[in-house]
């Protein structure tokens, strides 16, 4: 598309069009209306004009008689810019006047008529218009008087001139002023598109300019760009989670790979096969589990699993979790206790909250057994408990799951959050290092967020999530 | 019994053939979902396997076309889509159990002979017993010889599914999603400890044992004496 074409194809510039020809009937019509009215105005004191002079000659001749009127009507022809004056006898003599020529049979008839006419002293070419009334007077003595016309013209004309040259204008400016600003749409509109173009072929980072003119085009891009950033948001995370797959499923697959091979190499009784194959089986489960756990964050952290958000009681789901990992921990000489008596409202999606307090209550059986407790002396056996509490404090719902382990070091609590991150110390203990990724990615997905914070010795692990109010809110 | 697997994977259709044939199961195949719906329609069949996505017809259209019809064999299906709401989908289409894939045949085999025994119509007793145990559903109490046993409400709903699928196998997330109606992974093998609980519970002090653990499967309750 020429720019041209492109130009005239604005929304812009249709828009300016249209308003152009409004305008222009507009203008028109004013300038008709005005123009009539001024012809009527002139016409009007024209009449006033001759009727008076008419009048007054009438009056003349009815008390002096026709040599009277006749004298009176000299001395009025001479006065320069005068009226048309002419009196004839009844078979229509010339008697006093200025008027040369008339139109013919127009002293016939009495009242008003238009008239070109041609005054005595002008040559035979110069015709004009007039408005002039014939009267007859008493003895068949008719007398006319009139008015000439062409300062009515003149106004006319001067009146259409200016609407043409209006119009004119509104045209030019108007065209002028619809170019300029499609210019200015198409041009950010073009560089949007430009944008866009090189966002589609894969450069996530591009962003909208925002002028800061605060305008519609400046709150499109604000959002436009908002929208980029959750996309490349969400692609940075996928690209993440193959990359991880790659990694931490792909050596599990190797090691599955090697003892298999080893096994059909070296293995030589069934007895071998047969540990061989159900160490395989227990790998592969092994792997079932990090891929599912990782197909869960990834479709918590798209907010694809919001569709099936209900209110349930957070309390419960503290009371229900604690209660499935009561005898686990018992066994391992730890002390679960719960608190969770105030009903707490959340809306979102229960099973994943459940998931992720229960990773959380898992975790810290896990490291705060005194079994595990190998690199932290300090603690004694009086302080080996968990404490699951389920609290509202204000806006939020707050799930705690504090034990007295070892804990975390300050430092490396933001980076446990993270996939498949296993610090070192528990890389002995079974787990996938995703436990805390999907704490923190349901947190997320119900507008809340995962801290994980000193329990002095040990590890508090802290959910808050928006409470649902009686106006349900949106998750944001 | 007789089954009907519809599948349209050709080896893990021939697997799970084979595989329940050789514990004693008559098994027939489809592989798409009009042949799968045909087939079923004509009957005869005590469980239906449903995988999700199918040619054709897929496994939820076929369930559901087989609902209106009043055929109500009971239908376990089989999916990629693990996630919750997948599995609230197909229970809603007609489903009377959701297995994600990939499952162990153990697993499946254990649900499979649930379904089927429930279709014959065991219904909803008030009471079970499983040899000189017994366990009465309307008055809550447990007693096991002369003798009565004390159970935390979640015990009990734990033996009362035991008891009720007795001598069939239970697997941990059968339990898990019966019992607890959780239908995640919790990771540590949280039930062994509750089973181990139960156990001490209901078979401490007694000669026999009747709640027994099916290496590589699940749990089962069931008269050791038999």
New interface residues.
């Given amino acids: 598309m020429t720019a041209l074409g492109k130009l005239l194809r604005t929304t812009a510039f249709r828009l300016t069009l249209v308003y152009l020809v409004v305008f222009s009937l507009f203008a028109a019509f004013l300038l008709g209306y005005f123009a009539f009215n001024t012809r009527r105005l002139i016409n009007e004191q024209i009449a006033t004009i001759v009727s008076g002079e008419l009048q007054l000659l009438q009056v003349q001749y009815n008390q002096a008689g026709i040599r009277r009127l006749v004298a009176a009507v000299d001395v009025r022809s001479r006065r320069p810019g005068s009226s048309l004056y002419l009196v004839t006898t009844p078979i229509g003599e010339g008697l006093a006047g200025n008027v040369g020529s008339l139109e013919p049979g127009i002293l016939e008839s009495e009242g008003w008529v238009e008239t070109a006419y041609r005054r005595l002293e002008e040559p035979e070419s110069a015709e004009h218009n007039a408005l002039v009334r014939v009267t007859r007077l008493p003895g068949g003595i008719r007398i006319l008087v009139g008015r000439d016309l062409d300062e009515r013209e003149r106004i006319f004309h001067i009146v259409a001139l200016a609407g043409r040259w209006s119009v004119a204008i509104v045209i030019v400016l108007g065209i002028a002023g619809g170019v300029f600003v499609s210019r200015r749409v198409l041009k950010r509109v073009d560089a949007m598109t430009g944008t866009t173009q090189t966002i589609m072929a894969g450069d996530l980072s591009g962003r909208l300019s925002v002028i800061g003119s605060g305008d519609e085009f400046d709150r499109l891009a604000v959002n436009l760009n908002g929208m980029l950033e959750r996309i490349e948001s969400l692609m940075r995370g996928l690209k993440e989670v193959t990359d991880n797959i790659a990694h931490d499923l792909k050596t599990p697959l190797t090691r599955l790979r090697n003892r298999c091979e080893a096994a059909l190499r070296t293995a030589n009784s069934e007895t071998e096969f047969r540990r061989v194959l159900e160490d395989t089986i227990e790998e592969s489960e092994g792997l079932i589990r990090t891929f599912d756990a990782l197909l869960m964050i990834a479709r918590a952290e798209s907010g694809e699993v919001r569709e099936g958000m209900a209110e349930f009681d957070v309390a419960e789901v503290a009371r229900d979790v604690s209660e499935l990992y009561e005898p686990l921990a018992e066994d391992k000489g730890l002390t679960l206790e719960v608190n969770a008596k105030q009903h707490a409202a959340v809306k979102g999606n229960r099973e994943l909250v459940s998931q992720a307090l229960a990773n959380l209550v898992d975790n810290a059986i896990k490291y705060a057994a005194p079994s595990a407790k190998v690199s932290s002396g300090a603690v004694n056996g009086e302080r080996s408990g968990i404490l699951v509490t389920a609290d509202a404090e204000q806006d939020r719902i707050v799930l705690t799951v504090s034990d007295h382990g070892p804990g975390i070091p300050s430092a490396d609590r933001s980076r446990v959050v993270d996939r498949f991150v296993r610090l070192e110390r528990s890389r002995s203990l079974p787990g996938s290092g995703l436990g805390l990724s999907l704490v923190s990615a349901v947190a997320r997905l119900h507008g809340g967020e995962l801290k994980l914070e000193d329990n002095a010795p040990g590890l508090r692990a802290r959910i808050s999530l928006p409470r649902a109010a009686a106006p349900p809110q949106q998750a944001a | 019994m007789r089954l009907l697997i519809i599948e349209d994977d050709r080896d893990a259709a021939d697997y799970l053939v084979k595989a329940f044939r050789e514990v004693g199961h008559v098994a027939d195949h489809a592989a798409d979902g009009e042949e799968g719906l045909s087939l079923a329609l004509d009957g005869g069949y005590d469980v239906l396997i449903v995988d999700r996505m199918l040619p054709k017809l897929d496994g939820l259209t076929v369930i559901g076309c087989l609902r209106t019809k009043n055929i109500t064999t009971p239908a376990l299906i089989l999916s990629a889509l693990?996630?919750?709401?997948d599995r609230?989908r197909g229970l809603r289409a007609g489903g009377d159990d959701y297995l994600p894939k990939?499952y162990?045949f153990s697993e499946l085999l254990a649900r499979v002979e649930v379904l089927a025994r429930r279709h014959v119509g065991r219904g909803e007793d008030t009471q079970y017993r499983v040899g000189d145990l017994e366990l009465d559903r309307l008055s809550h109490r447990v007693v096991r010889g002369k003798e009565e046993i004390l159970l935390q409400p979640?015990e009990f709903r734990l033996l009362e599914y035991l008891m009720k699928h007795a001598g069939q196998v239970v697997t941990r997330t059968m339990l898990l999603e019966n019992v607890?109606d959780?239908?995640?992974?919790?990771?540590?093998n949280?039930i062994d400890?509750?089973i181990?609980?139960l156990r001490s519970k209901i078979d401490k002090g007694f000669a026999q044992p009747l709640l027994h653990t099916v290496r590589g499967a699940g749990y089962m309750i069931r008269d050791g004496a038999r």
């Fill in positions: 693990g996630a919750v709401d609230v990939p162990s979640r607890w959780y239908h995640f992974d919790p990771q540590t949280v400890v509750h181990s609980r």
